[in-house]
């Protein structure tokens, strides 16, 4: 490993730290791979990939250049293949592990996730593994894989990323990341996952839950009101804890969801006990200015309403990482051009996420600020032009801006999911903070 560790001097004190080539070789015999010694083996196949990922995806060509290793693009290519995806999770897995229970809301870890999208190639066979968006005609696109993420809330690690199908509902492949879930864990997601069934599964493996209320639920807070019946919610209502504070007991539905089993469906309690809250957003310029939750911390002492309004505003974090992941990283089309080989480079993609993420991290700690607070770029660039054995230095700090909101347009016109801008910007700004609050 000395030779691959001398090629990898602009980054090998971190990367050697952070992967080590025992942690590589181990995961890589867990998941059932045999190699023979060669210039390529696991660990500097790793280091390589995590290399060339850092140095945003860059061609082979230059990998060469950049780790002083003489190898051909088809070698390269052919140790990538022979790494077991199974062991590429298990390293990201450690990876987020080392942070865990340093970072607790209220002594539990909270756990963000969301689901995003990446541009793969269009080559033979990623069509089908994948599909094609809505709407797109034959041969003028490119396939697009669905990715779900799970999230450490505080730290920002990544724990665990699927690679999907573009049609596939986040919930049906939640339940996917359960078995990483165990009691002291919260998560916390946005409406789509919310469901009976959802907290249910969680209910029984221990695990907390706070999702913002699905659009269909009916919640009425006044403390007597009916259950049932058309516009009436089907919860019974238990306790009320404050104002648009309550206890209510959801009761399982006559129909599964379809992504359960019938056996699956038929373990489930017949009533989970479920906090629903509402709170204001007391800002103009906000698209949603009332938020209602579903949580089972029922404990309004221990979890008062204020600052379970404030975790869930934590949520919104993850559009940050993925964008961290997507476009500072530039995760947003990869190139690999087989579905097994699109599933390795986006691990790879999440490793190279937490090594950014851990210098941040230790920068945060020195310096005194909150992790989310450093700038991501900025332990990019650091990482890319260390020196072997240097220290990492002050990291730029994000100003804090609470409340910052900023027009859904863009001024490209080279693609994009937003409006196109029509109007100045400021003009625009003046007129989100003409939003009425409600009352």
């Known amino acids: 490993?000395?030779?691959?560790?001398?090629?990898?001097?602009?980054?090998?004190?971190?990367v050697g730290r952070f992967l080590p080539e025992g942690s590589i070789e181990a995961a890589c015999r867990e998941a059932g791979h045999r190699w023979r010694e060669r210039v390529l083996g696991p660990a500097a196949t790793v280091h390589l990939f995590v290399l060339q990922v850092l140095h945003f995806n860059t061609a082979i060509a230059a990998l060469r250049h950049l780790a002083g290793l003489r190898f051909s693009?088809?070698?390269y290519g052919e140790a990538r293949a022979r790494l077991p995806l199974a062991a590429l999770?298990?390293?990201?897995?450690?990876?987020?592990?080392?942070?865990?229970g340093a970072y607790l809301w209220r002594g539990l870890r909270a756990l963000l996730v969301d689901g995003s999208s990446a541009v793969v190639p269009d080559a033979a066979g990623l069509g089908?593994?994948?599909?094609?968006?809505?709407?797109q005609r034959d041969g003028c696109g490119f396939p697009v894989a669905k990715v779900l993420g799970l999230f450490d809330a505080l730290s920002g690690m990544l724990v665990e990323m699927l690679c999907l199908p573009l049609f596939t509902h986040d919930m049906s492949k939640a339940v996917c990341l359960h078995p990483l879930l165990g009691p002291g864990d919260l998560l916390v997601g946005d409406r789509g996952f919310c469901s009976y069934a959802h907290v249910a599964l969680l209910h029984l493996r221990q695990v907390a839950a706070l999702f913002r209320m699905h659009q269909r639920q009916k919640v009425d807070f006044r403390p007597h009101r009916r259950?049932?019946?058309?516009?009436?919610?089907?919860?019974?209502?238990?306790?009320?804890?404050?104002?648009?504070?309550?206890?209510?007991?959801?009761?399982?539905?006559?129909?599964?969801?379809?992504?359960?089993?019938?056996?699956?469906?038929?373990?489930?309690?017949?009533?989970?006990?479920?906090r629903e809250v509402r709170y204001l957003i007391p800002r103009r310029g906000q698209r949603t200015l009332r938020?209602?939750?579903?949580?089972?911390?029922?404990?309004?002492?221990?979890?008062?309403?204020?600052?379970?309004?404030?975790?869930?505003g934590v949520r919104w974090t993850v559009e940050t990482h993925f964008a961290e992941l997507k476009t500072t990283l530039r995760m947003r089309a990869v190139k690999c051009r087989t579905p097994e080989a699109v599933r390795k480079e986006l691990a790879v993609y999440c490793l190279v996420y937490n090594l950014v993420h851990a210098v941040m991290l230790e920068a945060a700690r020195r310096q005194g600020v909150e992790p989310g607070r450093v700038s991501f770029i900025d332990a990019v660039r650091w990482l890319q032009r260390a020196a072997p054995g240097e220290a990492p230095p002050a990291l730029v700090v994000n100003p804090a801006r609470p409340g910052r909101h900023e027009p859904r347009v863009t001024k490209t016109r080279h693609g994009g999911s937003y409006p196109f801008m029509t109007r100045p910007r400021g003009e625009l700004r003046s007129a989100l903070k003409k939003q009425a609050i409600p009352a």
């Open 227 to 274: 259950a049932g019946g058309k516009g009436r919610p089907t919860s019974r209502f238990v306790a009320r804890l404050g104002r648009w504070d309550q206890l209510v007991d959801w009761v399982k539905p006559e129909s599964r969801p379809a992504w359960m089993t019938a056996e699956q469906y038929a373990r489930l309690p017949e009533a989970v006990r479920v």
């Open 291 to 312: 938020v209602t939750l579903a949580t089972t911390l029922l404990d309004p002492g221990r979890y008062p309403k204020d600052a379970v309004a404030e975790l869930y």
């Open 1 to 14: 490993m000395a030779t691959i560790a001398g090629a990898l001097a602009r980054i090998k004190e971190d």
């Open 128 to 135: 089908e593994a994948f599909g094609h968006p809505a709407r």
């Open 89 to 100: 999770h298990s390293l990201l897995r450690a990876s987020a592990g080392r942070c865990a």
């Open 73 to 75: 693009p088809g070698s």
